[in-house]
């Protein structure tokens, strides 16, 4: 344990990966903040996570990372970091180019996993064995925060709290009121958004699967499906809809931004999809979820659990052969949807 001569005041935080891995590293800043309140707390991520770490109310400032290899990039890299003066540095994810360049820009405390070769470049290390997948992803990435704060002699506790993501509710109800007028959904019916793509970070259902789940859902006469596409998705979106032909639902796209469709995100009653990102900024809002996960030890329900409540979290693990997900009934699936979530669509 090293006592603090003076409190940290620029503390850098990197998780500069998928957008999924970002949202769960939500709790470590907030517990940063909660052990050096008076410090600045900086994040560096790439362009596309950047709305997101924008909005994070225990960020301060967003660091772009080009992320683009090469001798050239980290030496840009590095000089980029150095100029900042940062006094200690958090690597949730270390990659080998990061953590050179965290080393080469001379910043004295820096902390990470101790599971990788580039370790040699920290001087403060964590042994976690991640892809033992004994604990959720969240609380590897809170433990290293509590981790550092130990190393400064400051003590704490961690608790996940939902939502660590909200938004004001007379916003989330105006945009609730022009999408139920601009799509001409009844008012008293339920939305449960199905996001099918899964932009290439886990196998998901596939898409012949979630057409019979939303088919038999929509035995319901409440509910009403919107099927959303993130980027490069639309061709997935079209084949869904066409399935689902005969169910009451719309496609959707969102062309605004992250943060705006993170806005729409709320207004949903049940959010469905595989582990991808849209799922765990649902969580963050602590949107009732249904998530398919794969079956790998390193992926599983567990290590990348959702950040919403027990009450608004249901979790299904599929077979990664094939993508034939042969261990998942659908019928069943529904059943367990009807069960968990029975007050938030009123099923009859």
């Keep these: 344990m090293e006592l603090m001569q003076k409190p940290l005041s620029k503390i850098l935080v990197i998780r500069n990966d998928k957008l999924g891995d970002f949202m769960l590293a939500w709790p470590s800043f907030q517990a940063l903040r909660q052990l050096f309140p008076e410090a600045r707390i ?3 991520v790439p362009a596309y996570t950047s709305p997101m770490a924008e909005i994070c109310p225990w960020i301060d400032e967003v660091v ?8 050239s990039d980290l030496i840009k890299t590095t000089a980029h970091l150095k100029a900042y003066n940062f006094d200690a ?12 360049a965290l080393f080469l820009a001379g910043i004295p ?18 042994t976690q064995r991640r892809s033992r997948s004994e604990k959720p992803e969240y609380e ?18 961690y608790n996940l709290k939902p939502p660590l993501l909200s938004f004001p509710d007379k916003e989330v109800e105006q945009i609730r009121n022009q999408f139920y007028a601009e799509y001409r959904i009844e008012p008293d019916r339920k939305l449960i958004f199905v996001h099918a793509g ?6 998901n259902l596939s898409i012949e699967q979630y057409a019979q789940l939303i088919q038999l859902l929509s035995r319901n006469p409440k509910l009403f499906f919107v099927l959303t596409a993130g980027p490069g998705e639309q061709a997935v979106v079209k084949e869904l809809s066409i399935l689902v032909n005969a169910c009451d639902h719309i496609t959707y796209q969102s062309t605004n931004g992250l943060v705006e469709f993170s806005k729409l995100l709320k207004i949903a009653n049940i959010f469905i999809s595989g582990s991808t990102g849209t799922l765990h900024i649902s969580g963050a809002l602590d949107t009732p979820t249904v998530a398919f996960y794969p079956e790998r030890r390193s992926a599983t329900l567990l290590r990348w659990q959702t950040l919403n409540t027990p009450k608004h979290r249901l979790a299904f693990t599929i077979t990664d052969e094939d993508n034939a997900c042969k261990n998942i009934y659908i019928e069943n699936i529904c059943i367990e949807i009807n069960n968990k979530y029975l007050n938030l669509i009123n099923v009859i």
């Design 89 to 100: 540095a958090l690597c949730l994810h270390s990659t080998p180019r990061i953590a050179l």
């Design 42 to 44: 900086y994040a560096l």
């Design 140 to 157: 590897y990435n809170t433990d290293l925060a509590l981790f550092m704060g130990q190393h400064f002699g400051v003590s704490g506790n």
């Design 198 to 203: 899964s932009g290439g970070s886990a196998t």
């Design 64 to 71: 772009l990372d080009e992320n683009q290899h090469g001798l």
């Design 109 to 126: 405390h820096r902390f990470a996993p101790a599971s990788r070769i580039d370790q040699i470049f920290y001087n403060h290390t964590l």
